[in-house]
């Protein structure tokens, strides 16, 4: 009777910790939407090109894996908005607030590693520099442009103005 009386203790001292850590669990997961993902992203540079030439961009959402999981931010998490406006000439520029930030040339290529994108995207800088390199997945609503230069690799996603 003893042992039994142990036992029923024991397993109500561990759902009640169970249940604290999760009761404990930082609210910020419940704060993060799912990722939004391009359905039918283009597959050839052409199409990739005709879809960004002459075209505007509004940041949704930058997405990178840190220590302490996902990282989520947004225009509304930063209070500013971000837009890429691409031109036919092949140059984008990026805008802050609606103010001119920096102007880029670029280049598409097609990707090397199609899990982080379908092509491959240089942006030079005004002094002829390579000073951007994004793996691209390009759908006629959505743009998503993948940083794998740095230790956070951070998926920044658009939508089509």
């Known amino acids: 009777m003893k042992k039994s009386i142990n036992y029923s203790i024991s397993f109500l001292i561990l759902l009640f910790v169970s249940l604290s850590l999760v009761a404990c669990k930082d609210d910020k997961d419940?704060?993060?939407?799912?990722?939004?993902?391009?359905?039918?992203?283009v597959d050839k540079i052409a199409d990739a090109n005709t879809i960004l030439s002459e075209s505007t961009w509004e940041w949704v959402e930058s997405r990178s894996e840190g220590r302490n999981g996902e990282i989520v931010i947004t225009p509304q998490t930063e209070g500013k908005t971000m837009s890429l406006a691409f031109s036919l000439g092949a140059s984008v520029e990026e805008l802050e607030n609606g103010i001119a930030n920096n102007i880029w040339t670029y280049r598409i290529d097609v990707s090397n590693d199609t899990t982080l994108g379908a092509f491959n995207s240089v942006w030079i800088d005004a002094d002829g520099n390579v000073d951007r390199n994004y793996y691209l997945d390009v759908c006629p609503e959505l743009l998503k442009l993948t940083?794998?230069?740095?230790?956070?690799?951070?998926?920044?996603?658009?939508?089509?103005?």
């Not at 419940?30 to 992203?41: A, G, H, L």
């Not at 740095?150 to 998926?155: A, D, K, N, Y």
């Open 30 to 41: 419940e704060d993060i939407e799912p990722e939004i993902n391009c359905e039918s992203s």
């Open 147 to 161: 940083d794998a230069s740095s230790s956070l690799m951070t998926v920044t996603t658009y939508k089509k103005k």
